[in-house]
C-alpha cells in the first residue's frame, strides 16, 4: 500500500482494485468559499480544550502567572510615569535655578560698573567746566573725548538739559520760580548734570523750576494779601513811633515828660 500525505488532504491507495480515498482537511471549501462545518467543530473543540485546560489546577496556574505578569507590567509602566514626572520637575527647578543666578549675576555686575561709573563723576564734572571754559584743548581734549566715549559705551547715559520737563525722580530742584513763557514746570537753567546706568539714576539733576505764572485772580489776590500785611506794618510802626513821641531828649541827655 501505498500513502501520499499533504498539508491538507490525504491520498491513499494499497491495490489497483481499491478505490482511492481522498480526505480534504481545507478549512475553506474551494467551491463554495465557506467554512466547514467539520473545521468549526475542531475549533470548538480545541477551544472546550482550551478552557478545560485553564480549568485544571495547571491552568489555573498559568492564568494566574499571566495575571501577575499583567499586574507587574502595569506597576512598572506606574513607576515609569512617576520618575519621568520627577525628571520633568527636578529639570524645571533647574532652569529656575539657572535663570535666577544668571539674573543675580547680571544685577551684580550692573551694580559694580555703577560704583565704577559714580567715583568718575567728578572727572566728568571737570571736563564739562573746562570745556566751558575754553580751556579743553590739545591733548587734553583728546583724552577727555576718549574717556566720556568710553564711558557711554559702558552704558552710562547723561542728563538734565534747559527745557527738559521737571521730573522730581531725576531733578533736584535748587530754585524754583513763576514765568508766563512757560505751560509746565520747566527745568530753565542747569547747574549739575545727572547721569544713570542700566535705568538707574545714579545722580540726578540739580536744576532750577519755573512754573507758569498764576492767572489774573490770583495775582489780584496776592496783591491785595500783601498790601494788607503792608498796611498792617504801617500801623504797628506808627503804634511805635506814637509811645515814643511822648518822651522828648532834653540838653542833658534825660528824657522830660510831654504836657498835654
Known amino acids: 500500500m501505498t500513502s501520499a500525505r499533504g498539508n491538507d488532504w490525504t491520498l491513499s491507495m494499497s491495490t489497483p482494485d481499491e478505490p482511492v480515498i481522498v480526505r480534504d482537511k481545507r478549512r475553506i471549501d474551494p467551491e463554495s468559499g465557506q467554512v466547514r462545518g467539520d473545521a468549526i467543530r475542531v475549533e470548538t473543540k480545541a ?121 522730581p525722580l531725576i531733578h533736584d530742584a535748587l530754585m524754583h520760580t513763576y514765568s508766563s513763557q512757560v505751560t509746565r514746570s520747566t527745568c530753565v537753567d542747569v547747574f549739575r548734570a545727572g547721569y544713570r546706568h542700566a535705568g538707574r539714576v545714579l545722580r540726578p539733576a540739580q536744576v532750577s523750576v519755573a512754573e507758569p505764572a498764576p492767572d489774573a485772580d490770583a495775582g489780584a489776590g496776592a496783591g491785595a494779601g500783601a498790601a494788607a500785611e503792608t498796611a498792617i506794618e504801617a500801623d504797628m510802626n506808627q503804634s511805635a513811633r506814637d509811645e515814643t513821641a511822648g518822651s522828648t531828649p532834653n540838653a542833658g541827655g534825660g528824657a522830660t515828660e510831654a504836657v498835654e
Do not use: C, W
Request: proline share 2%.
Open 47 to 167: 477551544t472546550g480544550d482550551a478552557a478545560a485546560a485553564a480549568a485544571s489546577p495547571a491552568g489555573a496556574a498559568s492564568v494566574g502567572a499571566a495575571t501577575d505578569g499583567g499586574e507587574l507590567l502595569e506597576s512598572l509602566r506606574q513607576q515609569v510615569v512617576e520618575r519621568t514626572a520627577d525628571l520633568q520637575r527636578l529639570k524645571a527647578e533647574f532652569d529656575n535655578y539657572r535663570r535666577r543666578v544668571e539674573r543675580d549675576r547680571q544685577v551684580m555686575a550692573e551694580q559694580a560698573t555703577g560704583k565704577l561709573l559714580a567715583v568718575l563723576l567728578p572727572t566728568l564734572d571737570d571736563i564739562g567746566r573746562a570745556r566751558d571754559h575754553g580751556d579743553l584743548e590739545g591733548p587734553f581734549k583728546a583724552v577727555a573725548e576718549s574717556l566720556e566715549s568710553a564711558l557711554e559705551t559702558a552704558g552710562l547715559e547723561r542728563f538734565g538739559s534747559q527745557g527738559d520737563e521737571f521730573d
